[in-house]
């Protein structure tokens, strides 16, 4: 009698079912209990067997379409609980081992280059750095400069080119003068202030030769 009252008392309440057991263990335990409460009732069968499943093999029981089985029958409740548990066994199974093995691409390491090491020059001895004109293509020639001769010359200032005072010009100077002395420049100032001198002086008719004569 005891043996009974606690079988009932177990399958009304929810210690029996089967939370993380396997189809098996919770089956077997359930025929045990039923035995023991002396439920012969198919229905009540099925209704406390279906109660106490897993919530995800107790909806696909009941989804079936086709084959299900009946709610009176509670052998076919049986037997079609532990294929769908041996069924999502060997699923998990294989997820399992789907995970251990890596299917995605490898991973990339970087590899960070070396640090580059800065020398220090000493303050003694200064870092010269020659900079080179680019040697001129055989096509073309080195253009020549021709006021290079001129711009290394230093002029004196404007003045006299005879005895160098700058107070006065060549053609008022006192004293005598060599012009083969004088450089090139220093010539053509002179010539150009000596015509310069003759277009500002006017000349008298009574002073002109009688006869002209070429200038060499």
Same mark, same amino acid.
């Given at each position: 009698?005891?043996?009974?009252?606690?079988?009932?008392?177990?399958?009304?309440?929810?210690?029996?079912?089967?939370?993380?057991?396997?189809?098996? +263990?919770?089956?077997?335990?359930?025929?045990?209990? /039923?035995?023991?409460?002396?439920?012969?009732?198919?229905?009540?069968?099925?209704?406390?067997?279906?109660?106490?499943?897993?919530?995800?093999?107790?909806?696909?029981?009941?989804?079936?379409?086709?084959?299900?089985?009946?709610?009176? +029958?509670?052998?076919?409740?049986?037997?079609?609980?532990?294929?769908?548990?041996?069924?999502?066994?060997?699923?998990?199974?294989?997820?399992?081992?789907?995970?251990?093995?890596?299917?995605?691409?490898?991973?990339?390491?970087?590899?960070?280059?070396?640090?580059?090491? /800065?020398?220090?020059?000493?303050?003694?001895?200064?870092?010269?750095?020659?900079?080179?004109?680019?040697?001129?293509?055989?096509?073309?020639?080195?253009?020549?400069?021709?006021?290079?001769?001129?711009?290394?010359?230093?002029?004196?200032?404007?003045?006299?080119?005879?005895?160098?005072?700058?107070?006065?010009?060549?053609?008022?100077?006192?004293?005598?003068? +060599?012009?083969?002395?004088?450089?090139? &420049?220093?010539? &053509?100032?002179?010539? &150009?202030?000596?015509?310069?001198?003759?277009?500002?002086?006017?000349?008298?008719?009574?002073?002109?030769?009688?006869?002209?004569?070429?200038?060499?």
């Amino acid at each position: 009698m005891n043996a009974e009252v606690d079988a009932i008392n177990t399958l009304e309440g929810t210690s029996y079912y089967q939370g993380g057991r396997t189809v098996d +263990d919770y089956l077997d335990n359930f025929q045990t209990l /039923v035995s023991d409460a002396g439920y012969t009732d198919p229905r009540t069968l099925v209704v406390k067997f279906r109660r106490g499943l897993k919530l995800g093999i107790q909806n696909q029981i009941a989804t079936m379409p086709y084959r299900r089985p009946a709610d009176t +029958d509670p052998d076919a409740w049986y037997r079609a609980a532990r294929r769908i548990d041996q069924a999502c066994l060997a699923n998990e199974a294989f997820q399992s081992v789907s995970r251990s093995t890596p299917s995605g691409p490898a991973k990339t390491v970087s590899i960070r280059p070396p640090p580059m090491s /800065v020398v220090r020059l000493s303050p003694a001895l200064p870092l010269l750095v020659t900079l080179k004109p680019p040697p001129p293509t055989p096509s073309m020639g080195v253009p020549m400069d021709i006021d290079a001769t001129r711009k290394t010359r230093s002029l004196p200032p404007r003045g006299c080119y005879r005895c160098g005072d700058a107070n006065h010009l060549v053609r008022g100077c006192p004293h005598c003068m +060599d012009v083969r002395l004088l450089t090139s &420049e220093q010539r &053509e100032e002179l010539f &150009e202030d000596l015509l310069a001198l003759k277009d500002a002086v006017p000349i008298e008719e009574s002073c002109l030769p009688e006869e002209e004569e070429d200038f060499a």
